[in-house]
């Protein structure tokens, strides 16, 4: 703790002035530092103390603790200003937090807390939120080769929106357009906090042409607010665009950007397995690596900037990350994948062109398809938006779960297995190479109906059968494109 001379040995006749008592009244002030945006304490923040009616006076300092707690021994009685720094405040683009205390004469003890307003507030305060699907994105951009701040420059926010018009259910793609502060800070109001954003940064004049000044761009990553929480911090780093000189063909064909930073880290399965043989993707870069048998992976010669990075691996739900990959260090991610399919018995494959019989189906027409080519077209940027091109589904709540008719949860299946708990198990849109939906069970062919399928109703007549699959709703069969081209 520091605390000025000035207030260290403060006169008397000016302590009156300054509205501080002498220093023989002293006591100890306590308190806590709250994080309520992210549900933590402030650790080894700068907590200040100084007279309120001169708080040019340096006064008091200390830091927390890890816990965010902190003390101040020695206060001579008289009203304060009290407040804390810290990089989290300067993050989320907020001045030092503070407080009035007021420290009597008879007290030998004061208890001061300070808290950072919840997620909900500051984005009402930041943007007058009011839609229970609107946040507040922000962030600052740097440049990746030294990390200064941007001073001119436009972030791109995109996302779907479903509509509904006389043509039926539409999606329409969403843009906005933030342009950066003079400390490279952006803040996008009022972006929905029940879909996914595909986020990017530009440097300069984005309406120059690419040709007319060299374009420092990010690659192209997604975020996703958290449940109930519509306050989302990112930053990003940009980096000039590579020029044509540095784009090289490996010995597989595929044309990659070179560049100086490197990517390493391990792909642990959450059952503490490593994953051997995963594919590592960065796309944007052209770069694709595979793990060895500890599930480690070390990539060299990637271009700069914030990219997404892709694990791909069989029997394992697919997973994506944004890292930052700057000059001179190692950007350091880890994947912690679970398991997706049950292992298959071996079978024998009589028809290579058509080993799922997708096509055949497609051919009979009994159901709603979609192959590759009609999800590249359709656009969407989610599943639940893919899936509520069905007639038989539908969308509902919230977070867009999707639902059969009557609002009754639909069986999944994919690549052939049964999922009884979908959750983050289904694969991106971008995995997907067909999808079938049946309106029932009834209607699916016998291998999609479930394993020891018995229905058996209650009181009620609901479903309380053997298996947790609902006979009498939709049937969705996911395929991803290691099964179907």
Same mark, same amino acid.
């Given at each position: ?40 304490? $402030? ?26 707690? $902190? ?12 407040? $804390? ?22 007290? !030998? ?39 200064? =701040?941007?001073?001119? &420059? ?10 509904? &018009?006389? !043509? ?17 800070? $952006? ?8 879909? =996914? ?11 120059? =042409? ?45 044309? +990659? ?43 060299? &010669? ?37 398991? +997706? ?36 077209? !359709? ?9 509520? !091109? ?27 297995? =049964? ?67």
């Amino acid at each position: 703790m520091r605390r000025h001379p000035a207030t260290r040995w403060l006169p008397t006749a000016l302590a009156a002035l300054l509205g501080v008592s002498s220093v023989h009244a002293q006591a100890l002030v306590t308190g806590t530092l709250r994080d309520s945006v992210h549900g933590r304490p $402030f650790a080894n923040a700068t907590v200040e103390l100084v007279p309120a009616h001169a708080p040019w006076m340096s006064g008091f300092t200390t830091r927390s603790d890890s816990s965010g707690r $902190f003390q101040i021994a020695e206060v001579p009685a008289g009203k304060y200003l009290f407040g $804390f720094l810290h990089p989290r405040l300067d993050s989320l683009g907020m001045d030092q937090v503070t407080r009035t205390i007021d420290v009597k004469p008879a007290q !030998s003890r004061v208890t001061a807390d300070l808290a950072l307003p919840s997620a909900r507030t500051l984005a009402a305060m930041l943007c007058h939120t009011r839609r229970d699907n609107a946040g507040v994105l922000l962030g600052r951009v740097y440049d990746a080769r030294d990390g200064h =701040p941007v001073t001119s &420059g436009t972030l791109l926010v995109r996302w779907g929106e479903l509509s509904v &018009g006389d !043509s039926g259910l539409r999606n329409d793609a969403a843009q906005r357009t933030v342009s950066l502060g003079g400390d490279g800070r $952006f803040m996008a109001c009022n972006v929905p906090t029940d879909a =996914p954003l595909l986020v990017q940064a530009v440097a300069g004049n984005i309406a120059d =042409p690419a040709w007319v000044t060299p374009r420092s761009t990010s690659g192209l990553i997604e975020l996703t607010f958290a449940y109930d929480t519509p306050l989302l911090r990112r930053d990003l780093y940009v980096a000039p665009q590579a020029p044509d000189s540095s784009i090289a063909t490996d010995t597989t064909g595929t044309r +990659r950007r070179r560049g100086t930073a490197r990517l390493v880290g391990h792909i642990i399965a959450d059952d503490g397995t490593p994953v051997a043989g995963a594919r590592v993707v960065v796309r944007e870069a052209g770069a694709e690596f595979v793990t060895d048998t500890s599930g480690s992976f070390r990539v060299t &010669g990637l271009p700069l900037g914030t990219h997404t990075v892709e694990v791909i691996a069989l029997g394992y739900t697919p997973m994506r990350t944004a890292v930052d990959l700057r000059p001179g260090t190692d950007a350091v991610a880890m994947f912690h994948p679970s398991r +997706r399919v049950q292992a298959l018995e071996e079978v024998t494959v009589r028809d290579a062109a058509d080993h799922t019989g997708f096509a055949l189906r497609r051919r009979k027409g009994n159901g709603f398809f979609l192959d590759a080519n009609a999800i590249e077209k !359709s656009g969407q940027l989610t599943l639940p938006m893919l899936l509520v !091109s069905a007639p038989m589904l539908r969308m509902t709540g919230r977070n867009g779960s999707i639902r059969g008719r009557g609002r009754c949860e639909p069986t999944y299946f994919v690549d052939g297995q =049964p999922l009884l708990m979908p959750g983050d198990d289904l694969p991106v849109v971008r995995d997907i190479g067909g999808i079938e939906v049946y309106s029932n069970a009834a209607a699916a062919p016998p291998q999609f109906t479930g394993p020891n399928r018995e229905y058996r109703p209650d009181a009620n007549g609901r479903d309380r059968g053997a298996a947790s699959l609902n006979a009498f709703c939709a049937t969705i069969v996911i395929w991803s494109k290691a099964y179907v081209r």
